[in-house]
């Protein structure tokens, strides 16, 4: 029988004090980023945190490490992961800093940057399948045959505790500045970062919203089915955000504590990475680039309205949006790995393929 890391779906094992406490001079402390450029479309303040500069290129990197820490220090040899492509690269190499192994699962369509920064760190690299129920099954195969227990890259306490740091960073460091954030948004894939951010909002002012693209929008279906609902992810250039369903874990903290989820399409991807490059020199890749994609929807002059009681896209209707009682919305830019051709082709104002994939 396959391993599991720790027990699933308990939101009190979430503990991301703790986790910020054993990161601390692990990880980097990725910097703020503002842009006069973007606060005008916005029309609002809005502080980008740089996950893109994170060690091992996205924010991944601090539920992985942390993870996988406590995993070798309670003496266990290996483990096993499965994702998109920035989990796995997390997990390769917090394992290789631990001196355990690590197998990792991704989709025979993961971006060769993905694949090879995580074979780069040592990790053996198993290509299953183009849905997470194919990685699944995988990864528990291999943890029956290896005795190694799965670090789970969204149901897992560690994971959504340490991918919580980087709110927890963001806020902390807004509050210094005197900047308090009003909103806080981040890209949704499996729902841990977003999970995370409405932990370490918890106690504050603070609106935390959920970026979903248009048809990978698991989370916003869940909420107004009150569980967990997969979905057929659609094509999208944000690779990292095609899981088939958020989740238990992530769904069972959001679920009271959740502002919204603001649906985003490839063009408004696209046009957040171009605002973050040309205006900030800063590469995103697309998923990470979402989250900004996300804002402008939420606060910009052509804010839309907020459909439902969670999901917010240009076919919702309903109330206002936050847009004007917003003054600092924060955001994560979750992650930089990216690949070459995509890069050039989004770099380039046109309209994209539809479903083009990275």
């Not at 996988?68 to 492509?85: D, I, P, Y």
């Not at 969204?154 to 991918?163: E, L, N, S």
């Not at 998923?287 to 929807?297: D, E, I, M, T």
């Not at 206002?320 to 917003?326: D, N, S």
Request: charged letters at 20%; glycine letters at 14%.
């Amino acid at each position: 029988m396959s391993r599991s890391a720790s027990p699933e779906g308990d939101p009190a094992r979430v503990d991301v004090a703790e986790a910020a406490r054993w990161l601390d001079g692990r990880v980097l402390r990725t910097p703020l980023l503002r842009s006069p450029a973007i606060d005008r479309l916005a029309g609002v303040r809005v502080l980008m945190k740089a996950e893109n500069l994170q060690r091992g290129g996205s924010y991944k990197m601090r539920g992985g490490l942390f993870a996988v820490g406590r995993l070798a220090a309670a003496g266990h040899g290996g483990v096993v992961a499965q994702s998109t492509g920035n989990h796995a690269v997390a997990v390769a190499l917090a394992a290789r800093r631990h001196g355990v192994a690590a197998t990792v699962v991704l989709p025979v369509d993961a971006p060769a940057t993905k694949v090879e920064r995580a074979r780069a760190a040592g990790a053996r690299v198993v290509l299953a399948g183009t849905d997470v129920a194919q990685r699944l099954t995988a990864a528990r195969q291999i943890s029956d045959e290896t005795g190694h227990p799965i670090v789970d890259a969204y149901d897992h306490p560690d994971v959504v505790a340490g991918q919580g740091t980087a709110s927890l960073e963001l806020i902390e460091d807004a509050e210094r500045a005197g900047t308090p954030l009003d909103a806080l948004v981040l890209p949704v894939g499996g729902g841990g970062g977003v999970a995370g951010a409405c932990l370490a909002a918890a106690g504050r002012p603070i609106e935390v919203y959920g970026v979903e693209p248009y048809g990978c929008d698991s989370l916003a279906r869940s909420l107004d089915a009150g569980r967990p609902v997969p979905v057929t992810p659609a094509p999208t250039i944000a690779d990292g955000l095609r899981p088939s369903c958020v989740g238990a874990l992530p769904f069972a903290i959001v679920r009271d504590r959740l502002s919204g989820v603001i649906r985003v399409d490839d063009e408004q991807i696209a046009e957040a990475f171009r605002l973050l490059l040309l205006e900030l020199k800063v590469l995103a890749e697309p998923s990470g680039a979402a989250g900004l994609a996300g804002v402008l929807r939420l606060t910009g002059s052509n804010a839309e309205q907020l459909g439902g009681r969670y999901a917010k896209g240009a076919d919702s209707a309903g109330g206002p949006t936050g847009g004007g009682r917003l003054h600092t919305v924060g955001v994560v830019l979750t992650g930089g790995n990216v690949e070459a051709d995509l890069v050039a082709r989004l770099a380039t104002p046109h309209r994209i393929e539809e479903g083009a994939a990275a």
